[in-house]
């Protein structure tokens, strides 16, 4: 579970890193 848990949240960051960095045109 805490695993699981663990790759939400990395994921989540990963896709908030992602809409900064390459924001829409």
């Given at each position: 579970?805490?695993?699981?848990y663990?790759?939400?949240?990395?994921?989540k960051?990963?896709?908030?890193?992602?809409?900064?960095?390459?924001?829409?045109?």
């Amino acid at each position: 579970k805490i695993l699981g848990y663990s790759r939400v949240t990395l994921w989540k960051k990963l896709k908030q890193l992602d809409l900064h960095s390459f924001p829409p045109s």
